[in-house]
């Protein structure tokens, strides 16, 4: 009787769980058995093993009974990233491996039946994970996931190779392993801000430029509303560009999501796009799960996608209701907690929450211009705002009417990138996070307001009817105001920081046409 014992590793969200790939060659009815709750894709791993074993040049033992077990059985397994490790314990269970190469080394990869090795899906996670396991010595990937590993920086443990026989080759010291190649460039750009998309290209339109200013310093949820052609996508768009470049850690995290929605190499994770904030715009039509996360195997959605970066909602009251609905926790939390029966997962999702709305129906609603004028009905105009509930408006921190320029011009001049960057910093040594993410316990003890501006908020509150939670989102809004404003540390935010922060969310405030009827 002869026996193989090969490393592997399962996905399970943003992390892998080791994987024992057991196999025993016995005298017995020729045939090849997998156990340890494996899923219809590694049962299948029988006749791909078996072909790209025969085609790369070695024997399957085919006048024996092989038995592969996946440990541990109650962890359920899931696509063909098995079968490099089910075809070197076949070929170690045969005496051409010697035993002592597989030890302290890991493998993940699926096999055509030609011997190659396919990519698989969130190589970057295994990465990370091999390179947090200090037990483990090498990690042994497909070299078609080379792309999105090479920001890893990981030498020599993890290697990569095209094709079975390239891995045996390795093992039996007949041939070197293939290393991840290492990115062109040394460090990631310095900042996000070479933008392709000009802000002199948004004609007009200053105060919702000046939202941007204050939704990109303080990481504010921001609402655009107005007529169709007014620019509202094109200062979405235009965002991203005020962002910081992401840090080390915030980059991994973005890569290893999208290497986790993705079924081939991230491509994207390359030298020149390493630092920047992912910018997500899904259609309306986008179903909850794709939206939030979901399926089986659960995969991030557009939301988690978005993770420090911005995520664009465009035609907002377009959108499905419970999609929509199913925001509202991950807004006020920044992650997504999926359940399935044999799976739960914490994803994170914290982007900068973008979105817009036309006024009405047509469209036209309230809007100044000579030949266009609104055809909808009271009734019709508030059931259309009526698609978004009153929990989910709370949740955004800005909320700005734009309205066609009285005339074109070449628009004012760019955003002050680097008084973002003054206002993030500000923020950051003082709370340690950004102004929209400090928790509502911590308020009080970090921002400091002047009576006179909390009269103010707590008038506008009773006459407009707004919640608590609006209340300590406008008071972190009105820091970051300040924080524009270069207000000296330890001075009170006034009454000005508190009504430039009210006029920020003025576009929320229902007409008084609509409040009449």
Same mark, same amino acid.
């Given at each position: 009787?002869?026996?193989?014992?090969?490393?592997?590793?399962?996905?399970?969200?943003?992390?892998?769980?080791?994987?024992?790939?057991?196999?025993?060659?016995?005298?017995?009815?020729?045939?090849?058995?997998?156990?340890?709750?494996?899923?219809?894709?590694?049962?299948?791993?029988?006749?791909?093993?078996?072909?790209?074993?025969?085609?790369?040049?070695?024997?399957?033992?085919?006048?024996?009974?092989?038995?592969?077990?996946?440990?541990?059985?109650?962890?359920?397994?899931?696509?063909?990233?098995?079968?490099?490790?089910?075809?070197?314990?076949?070929?170690?269970?045969?005496?051409?491996?010697?035993?002592?190469?597989?030890?302290?080394?890991?493998?993940?990869?699926?096999?055509?039946?030609?011997?190659?090795?396919?990519?698989?899906?969130?190589?970057?996670?295994?990465?990370?994970?091999?390179?947090?396991?200090?037990? *483990?010595?090498?990690?042994?990937?497909?070299?078609?996931?080379?792309?999105?590993?090479?920001?890893?920086?990981?030498?020599?443990?993890?290697?990569?190779?095209?094709?079975?026989? +390239?891995?045996?080759?390795?093992? /039996?010291?007949?041939?070197?392993?293939?290393?991840?190649?290492?990115?062109?460039?040394?460090?990631?750009?310095?900042?996000?801000?070479?933008?392709?998309?000009?802000?002199?290209?948004?004609?007009?339109?200053?105060?919702?430029?000046?939202? #941007?200013?204050?939704?990109?310093?303080?990481?504010?949820?921001?609402?655009?509303?107005?007529?169709?052609?007014?620019?509202?996508?094109?200062?979405?768009?235009?965002?991203?560009?005020?962002?910081?470049?992401?840090?080390? +850690?915030?980059?991994?995290?973005?890569?290893?999501?999208?290497?986790?929605?993705?079924?081939?190499?991230?491509?994207?994770?390359?030298?020149?796009?390493?630092?920047?904030?992912?910018?997500?715009?899904?259609?309306?039509?986008?179903?909850?799960?794709?939206?939030?996360?979901?399926?089986?195997?659960?995969?991030?959605?557009?939301?988690?996608?978005?993770?420090?970066?911005?995520?664009?909602?465009?035609?907002?009251?377009?959108?499905?209701?419970?999609?929509?609905?199913?925001?509202?926790?991950?807004?006020?939390?920044?992650?997504?907690?999926?359940?399935?029966?044999?799976?739960? /997962?914490?994803?994170? #999702?914290?982007?900068?929450?973008?979105?817009?709305?036309?006024?009405?129906?047509?469209?036209?609603?309230? #809007?100044?211009?000579?030949?266009?004028?609104?055809?909808?009905?009271?009734? /019709?105009?508030?059931?259309?705002?009526?698609?978004?509930?009153?929990?989910?408006?709370?949740?955004?921190?800005?909320?700005? /009417?734009?309205?066609?320029?009285?005339?074109?011009?070449?628009?004012?001049?760019?955003?002050?990138?680097?008084?973002?960057?003054?206002?993030?910093?500000?923020?950051?040594?003082?709370?340690?996070?950004?102004?929209?993410?400090?928790?509502?316990?911590?308020?009080?003890?970090?921002?400091?307001?002047?009576?006179?501006?909390?009269?103010?908020?707590?008038?506008? #509150? +009773?006459?407009?009817?707004?919640? *608590?939670?609006?209340?300590?989102? *406008?008071?972190?809004?009105?820091?970051?105001?300040?924080?524009?404003?270069?207000?000296?540390?330890?001075?009170?935010?006034?009454?000005?920081?508190?009504?430039?922060?009210?006029?920020?969310?003025?576009?929320?405030?229902?007409?008084?046409?609509?409040?009449?009827?």
């Amino acid at each position: 009787m002869s026996i193989a014992t090969v490393a592997s590793r399962s996905l399970s969200g943003l992390a892998t769980s080791p994987v024992r790939v057991e196999v025993d060659l016995s005298p017995g009815l020729p045939n090849l058995i997998i156990v340890g709750l494996p899923s219809t894709a590694v049962r299948e791993a029988r006749e791909r093993v078996r072909a790209a074993i025969q085609n790369a040049g070695f024997s399957f033992p085919s006048s024996r009974r092989v038995t592969v077990n996946l440990a541990p059985a109650d962890l359920p397994k899931d696509s063909g990233r098995f079968d490099l490790a089910i075809a070197l314990g076949i070929l170690a269970a045969g005496g051409l491996i010697p035993p002592a190469a597989l030890e302290g080394r890991a493998f993940a990869g699926e096999l055509s039946l030609s011997g190659d090795l396919l990519p698989i899906r969130a190589g970057f996670v295994f990465g990370l994970s091999a390179l947090a396991d200090e037990g *483990l010595r090498q990690l042994v990937l497909p070299a078609a996931n080379s792309a999105e590993l090479t920001r890893l920086g990981a030498g020599e443990r993890i290697v990569v190779a095209a094709h079975l026989a +390239e891995v045996v080759a390795a093992l /039996q010291g007949r041939g070197p392993w293939q290393r991840v190649p290492t990115p062109r460039l040394e460090s990631p750009p310095l900042a996000s801000g070479e933008p392709a998309l000009c802000w002199e290209d948004v004609q007009g339109q200053d105060e919702a430029k000046r939202a #941007a200013v204050v939704a990109a310093a303080g990481g504010h949820s921001l609402l655009l509303t107005g007529p169709p052609g007014v620019g509202k996508s094109m200062v979405a768009q235009r965002l991203p560009s005020l962002l910081p470049a992401l840090s080390p +850690e915030a980059a991994r995290t973005v890569a290893a999501l999208q290497s986790l929605q993705h079924g081939t190499p991230v491509e994207a994770i390359g030298d020149l796009d390493w630092a920047r904030p992912p910018y997500r715009a899904p259609h309306h039509s986008v179903s909850t799960a794709a939206l939030i996360g979901g399926g089986q195997p659960i995969r991030p959605g557009e939301l988690s996608l978005a993770h420090a970066g911005v995520l664009f909602l465009d035609e907002l009251p377009e959108f499905g209701r419970a999609a929509l609905e199913a925001l509202r926790e991950p807004l006020e939390t920044g992650e997504v907690r999926v359940a399935r029966v044999h799976d739960r /997962q914490v994803l994170p #999702a914290a982007p900068l929450l973008v979105a817009a709305m036309n006024p009405c129906p047509c469209g036209f609603y309230g #809007a100044n211009h000579l030949t266009r004028r609104c055809a909808c009905t009271p009734e /019709q105009v508030a059931r259309y705002r009526g698609r978004l509930s009153g929990p989910l408006l709370d949740r955004f921190d800005l909320a700005v /009417q734009l309205s066609w320029p009285r005339k074109a011009g070449s628009g004012v001049a760019q955003p002050n990138l680097e008084a973002v960057a003054r206002a993030r910093a500000r923020a950051l040594d003082r709370q340690g996070r950004l102004n929209a993410a400090l928790p509502v316990g911590d308020i009080e003890q970090y921002v400091r307001l002047d009576p006179k501006a909390k009269r103010l908020l707590a008038q506008t #509150a +009773e006459h407009l009817g707004w919640s *608590l939670r609006v209340q300590h989102r *406008l008071t972190r809004v009105a820091q970051t105001v300040a924080d524009l404003s270069d207000l000296p540390a330890g001075a009170l935010i006034g009454v000005s920081e508190m009504a430039a922060a009210i006029s920020l969310r003025r576009a929320l405030d229902p007409p008084a046409a609509l409040r009449a009827g």
